[in-house]
């Protein structure tokens, strides 16, 4: 589903009621815990978490207008996604991730690339999305993504 907001608080008003408190709660826990310079945005037409121009003037190569995306927090049609970029990225993180889910969630990983669906809103596991979202500083991701990604 694309909401079309313009702002967080707009994104979060445009969702049904069921999904309104576990995306305010993953997004709480996203901002307490990503590297400071991180910025929240809306892009793609969910919530983004970026590396601002003013960090990373290159931008994102697909385009460079855009900040370089690091995490994203959408209500899609069937299930919530968070998205992290340095999963896809460095196989340590993605390692960690999958060695720690099972320990958090009783339900099985449901994941791609670098998404991972949450469709029972009950058993999101916020303490590790929380983890997660810090697992990475802002040089380390831009070292990730300017050696391995952008090319």
Known sequence: MQYKATTPEDYISQLP????????????IILENLPPEIEEVINYGMLGFVIP????????HCDPKTPLPFMNLASQKNFIA??????????EVLDWFTSEYPTHCKYKLDMGK????????????YALIGELAGKMSTKEWINIYETAIKK
């Open 53 to 60: 121009h003013s960090a990373y003037p290159d931008g994102y």
């Open 17 to 28: 009621e069921d999904r309104k408190e576990p995306i305010m709660k993953l997004r709480q």
């Open 82 to 91: 968070v998205y992290h970029m340095g999963m896809y990225a460095q196989k």
């Open 114 to 125: 670098s998404c991972v669906r949450f469709k029972k809103m009950e058993d999101i596991p």
